[in-house]
């Protein structure tokens, strides 16, 4: 079973275009992630929600916006897409310990 | 600002050879500390990780030494084989605050 899905795997789109990404989590975890892995592999916190409420939420250009139906799911929308949007992007979750489950990753690239 | 230095950047190391990874952080509110490995084309998945109340943790292959009067801590791979290829990433994180902060990586080569 996979603990933290995300979809699509691969998102090819071009500038100004807006498009969503999904994750959903079935280990029962009340907090969820987003973490953006750029071109050099570093990995940046995004967003973060617990129990459906926004609990961090780093310098990320308001074009980002998060949504959590409900404490298993937890989607990023981008508005305008720009070629600096370009990069991986990984959902991950947690309990109240701090061992964080990513998911696969999505790779977005804006052309 | 990056709160969580890594290094090397890279590393190669004979199979059978220890392979050996250095941290360092900033601020002194961390006190959780993971380590991370990541495969080409997967998601960063939860190796090992330390709290500051031990200076060393061991699991298997895999050792975390943490010194904290110098802020460092390490990653150890004994008896490193051709799998263990792979970028492994250090984090520190608050253990209330969920949020972790990453150092920059360090891809690791195993020759056979």
């Known amino acids: 079973d996979t603990a933290v899905s995300q979809t699509p795997k691969y998102l090819v789109t071009q500038m100004g275009n807006d498009k969503s990404i999904k994750c959903e989590q079935n280990l029962g975890h009340d907090t969820m992630y987003w973490y953006k892995q750029d071109s050099k592999k570093f990995l940046k916190i995004m967003f973060s929600y617990n129990n459906k409420e926004l609990i961090i939420n780093e310098t990320v250009p308001n074009r980002f916006s998060p949504k959590s139906p409900d404490k298993a799911h937890l989607n990023l929308h981008i508005n305008s897409l720009e070629l600096g949007d370009s990069a991986v992007y990984f959902c991950?979750?947690?309990?109240?310990?701090?061992?964080?489950?990513f998911g696969p990753g999505t790779r977005l690239t804006v052309t | 600002q990056q709160q969580v230095k890594q290094s090397p950047q890279s590393l190669i190391v004979q199979k059978g050879g220890i392979s050996i990874i250095n941290c360092a952080y900033e601020?002194?509110?961390?006190?959780?500390f993971p380590w991370y490995q990541q495969f080409p084309g997967k998601g960063p998945a939860l190796l090992i990780a330390?709290?500051?109340?031990?200076s060393e943790k061991k699991e298997g292959r895999f050792t975390i030494s943490f010194n904290k009067s110098a802020k460092q801590f390490s990653l150890h791979i004994m008896d490193s084989q051709p799998g263990d290829s792979a970028t492994y990433f250090c984090?520190?994180?608050?253990?209330?605050?969920?949020?972790?902060?990453f150092g920059g990586g360090t891809r690791v080569l195993v020759k056979p």
């Open positions: 601020n002194t509110a961390f006190d959780y």
């Open positions: 984090a520190a994180g608050k253990a209330a605050g969920n949020k972790l902060t």
């Open positions: 991950a979750s947690s309990q109240i310990t701090d061992e964080q489950y």
């Open positions: 330390i709290r500051p109340d031990v």
